[in-house]
T-cell receptor, first 113, second 114 residues
Framework: ETGVTQTPRHLVMGMTNKKSLKCEQHLGHNAMYWYKQSAKKPLELMFVYSLEERVENNSVPSRFSPECPNSSHLFLHLHTLQPEDSALYLCASSREVDRSEAFFGQGTRLTVV | GENVEQHPSTLSVQEGDSAVIKCTYSDSASNYFPWYKQELGKGPQLIID?????GEKKDQRIAVTLNKTAKHFSLHITETQPEDSAVYFC?????????????FGTGTLLAVQP
């Protein structure tokens, strides 16, 4: 248990569906992140939030839409995804946005059919 | 931008032997180098890290060494046990920058044979 909880753990969705991934951290951290982990590729940083403000968007397609209502919660809204978007989506948090000690959740295994 | 290379991609050792995983980075401004362990069905877990103001750090059976001149760092696991079997990732970042941007290696699958 790292203090970062993601739900759901597994998700299968069609290309026309809309779904959301949820992340909650209980560590009192101010920065939260979304990463994508695909087979045989390095973890890819998608979005960075600092105190609910998005500070980085790494050229992620608009079919991925993040939301950070407060410093403890982070969402990733998904719509009209492609099969190549199937991956493990990992949420992480760190004390501050310029501190690199990141703690990861267990991830959501997403399959797009 | 930063690029991190990690070797080997797979490593098999006998229980009790040592395991060494190596990473190189390209950006000399990087100053923080963590190592993560990822077990099947779980997220990456931080196991040890090192900052550029030291050359070596140890925590029980795990150690990390850093050579800033050569821009490489290594993870050493001694007296390996079956529960050490997992995928290990190295990463590099520049702390104190505008954002924390960890750049990860491609991972090493470590198998410890009983």
């Amino acid at each position: 248990e790292t203090g970062v909880t993601q739900t759901p753990r597994h998700l299968v969705m069609g290309m026309t569906n809309k779904k959301s991934l949820k992340c909650e951290q209980h560590l009192g951290h101010n920065a939260m992140y979304w990463y994508k982990q695909s087979a045989k590729k390095p973890l890819e940083l998608m979005f960075v939030y600092s105190l609910e403000e998005r500070v980085e968007n790494n050229s992620v397609p608009s079919r991925f839409s993040p939301e950070c209502p407060n410093s403890s919660h982070l969402f990733l809204h998904l719509h009209t995804l492609q099969p190549e978007d199937s991956a493990l989506y990992l949420c992480a948090s760190s004390r501050e946005v310029d501190r690199s000690e990141a703690f990861f959740g267990q991830g959501t295994r997403l399959t797009v059919v | 931008g930063e690029n991190v290379e990690q070797h080997p991609s797979t490593l098999s050792v006998q229980e009790g032997d040592s395991a060494v995983i190596k990473c190189t980075y390209s950006d000399s401004a990087s100053n923080y180098f963590p190592w993560y362990k990822q077990e099947l069905g779980k997220g990456p877990q931080l196991i040890i890290d090192i900052r550029s103001n030291v050359g070596e750090k140890k925590d029980q059976r795990i150690a990390v060494t850093l050579n800033k001149t050569a821009k490489h760092f290594s993870l050493h696991i001694t007296e390996t046990q079956p529960e050490d079997s997992a995928v290990y990732f190295c990463a590099a970042s520049m702390e104190g920058g505008a954002t924390n941007k960890l750049i990860f290696g491609t991972g090493t699958l470590l198998a410890v044979q009983p």
